[in-house]
């Protein structure tokens, strides 16, 4: 039995990302005022200040980084994986998960890859599979 | 405050302790040595500086010191990239007349306490950001430097052989450092190459070591300094940088994460106010948490252009006869990980001239803390 898997510590300024994605559903921090995107989420926004919104986007992008992590890792998680930081296509900001779906050392900057969704009691968490 | 302050005791306990000491005790030990290098009394001591993230406690250190009046107490944010700012703080205190003389320390339990290495959550205060790492798995600070030198290695070339480079030099200084924990124990590539992976590209080998020591050193006004025991140092700049949608490490969210922008930031005050340039330092330390981001550093600095620190590190520059002797006791990868407060009393021994790996004839010594958190750093002059 392998020990509970971190979760975030939530706040004001990111819950909302938190819990659309225990739906399914990414969302990413967007200022109506000038059209552009956040993230991590702030609790402002030049251009719109405190009026910002949650924007639901396509979970789609291309790895930008990674590591293959090995020991020494949070005792949850099964080494060797893939954490990867991903350019998302639509929002323009980076998100950072794990890539699995394939071998870890077959992950490559640059490929194509889609958001899926742990669910893990009131939240989901990000990791992507090859698109 | 140019020039107008200066080091003028430096101290350090073991760095291959093994039994767990209080931070308190470790500090003491620290500045009494530093005390003693400078021909001083502890009760001359009417300051201090250290990083926010330091657990000593100055009003235990005052206490254990037998300090009855302190002046001026204070301390800089982010860690290892605060250390030389710590040193700063101290220069402008004493140019302004608020201390007369400054303890600037740093203890850290690294090996028997706080590993940096181990896969713990970071500190609380951080999780605003890391709220979004952790739960993917991405939580040491080893982890996050391999995700920056994977994309430094994607889009400029670097290889692992450039990142061994690293490590080999450190620890090819620290074999002659009987200070350093890998003192007599060399590195060689093949030893590198079987380091265990820790975080693919990092092995072992690209990776500090975690050490329980303290570091001390002592400043005052240039005018007192010419009276003490030792050859003033004088405390020639110092800057802080914090770039673009900065985090403790990560700042995935900047346009490229291979720029340390606190870096490039803090090295742009940094030669403004000395008014010299990278060409004039004759010895560096550059801060070496993960080999990755020395190479990183030294184009931040200015030392070498944007993508070409692995070819010119392979070539030899740190070593003895290169253009850049860096990390001359071993750096954090071969002497001891204390937050580069260690490389700090290194850069004063080069100016001094008594390192055991001393250059010949420097005139200016450079000292940089941690990149990839805020950062700062520092020139030293004869």
């Known amino acids: 039995m392998r020990t509970e898997r971190p979760i975030p510590q939530i706040d004001p300024d990111t819950e909302g990302f938190w819990h659309a994605a225990r739906e399914g559903r990414l969302v990413i921090q967007h200022c109506p005022a000038t059209d552009s995107y956040q993230h991590p989420p702030q609790p402002f926004m030049p251009g719109c200040g405190f009026n910002w919104e949650w924007k639901e986007v396509p979970g789609t992008g291309a790895v930008y980084s990674f590591t293959i992590v090995h020991p020494p890792a949070h005792p949850a998680f099964e080494t060797p994986y893939a954490a990867a930081v991903v350019d998302l296509d639509e929002a323009r900001v980076r998100l950072v998960g794990q890539v699995r779906g394939l071998a870890p050392d077959a992950v490559e900057i640059g490929m194509r890859v889609k958001v899926q969704f742990d669910v893990v009691g009131e939240i989901g968490i990000p990791y992507f599979v090859p698109l | 405050m140019r020039d107008s302050a200066a080091v003028i005791g430096i101290g350090h306990t073991n760095f291959r302790n093994n039994v767990l000491r209080t931070e308190v005790r470790m500090t003491v030990e620290a500045t009494l040595v530093a005390c003693d290098d400078a021909g001083i009394q502890p009760s001359h001591i009417d300051g201090m500086c250290t990083v926010s993230t330091d657990v000593t406690g100055e009003n235990n250190l005052a206490t254990a010191l037998g300090l009855h009046s302190l002046r001026f107490f204070a301390e800089v944010p982010f860690g290892g990239g605060g250390t030389c700012a710590a040193v700063g703080l101290a220069a402008m205190a004493v140019a302004s007349g608020r201390a007369d003389t400054v303890l600037c320390y740093r203890a850290l339990n690294g090996r028997t306490r706080q590993r940096l290495g181990g896969a713990q959550l970071p500190d609380p205060r951080f999780t605003k950001d890391f709220q979004f790492y952790i739960p993917a798995g991405l939580s040491t600070p080893a982890q996050i430097a391999a995700v920056i030198a994977r994309r430094h290695m994607y889009q400029y070339g670097t290889t692992q052989r450039q990142l061994a480079a690293v490590a080999l030099n450190s620890r090819g200084y620290a074999v002659t450092n009987p200070a350093a924990r890998f003192f007599n124990i060399p590195l060689t590539l093949e030893d590198y190459a079987q380091g265990r992976m820790v975080a693919d590209p990092l092995r072992l080998y690209d990776c500090c070591v975690d050490s329980d020591a303290s570091v001390a050193l002592l400043v005052t006004s240039a005018e007192r300094a010419r009276d003490c025991k030792q050859r003033p140092v004088y405390i020639m700049a110092v800057a802080q940088g914090m770039g673009s949608r900065t985090e403790m490490m990560p700042s995935f969210s900047r346009a490229d994460i291979t720029c340390c922008e606190e870096a490039r930031e803090c090295a742009t005050a940094l030669w403004r106010m000395a008014g010299i340039g990278p060409g004039d330092v004759d010895v560096a330390q550059i801060y070496d948490h993960f080999t990755p981001m020395v190479l990183i550093a030294l184009e931040e600095y200015g030392f070498v252009a944007k993508g070409g620190s692995g070819p010119w590190v392979e070539s030899g520059a740190l070593g003895r006869d290169g253009a850049l002797p860096t990390n001359t006791s071993g750096g954090q990868l071969g002497e001891a990980y204390v937050n580069?407060?260690?490389?700090?009393?290194?850069?004063?021994?080069?100016?001094?001239?008594?390192?055991?790996?001393?250059?010949?004839?420097?005139?200016?010594?450079?000292?940089?803390?941690?990149?990839g958190v805020p950062t700062s750093a520092l020139l030293f002059r004869r």
């Open chain 2, 340 to 371: 580069g407060m260690n490389q700090i009393i290194e850069a004063v021994r080069q100016v001094r001239g008594t390192s055991v790996n001393q250059v010949p004839d420097v005139e200016i010594s450079f000292a940089s803390g941690g990149s």
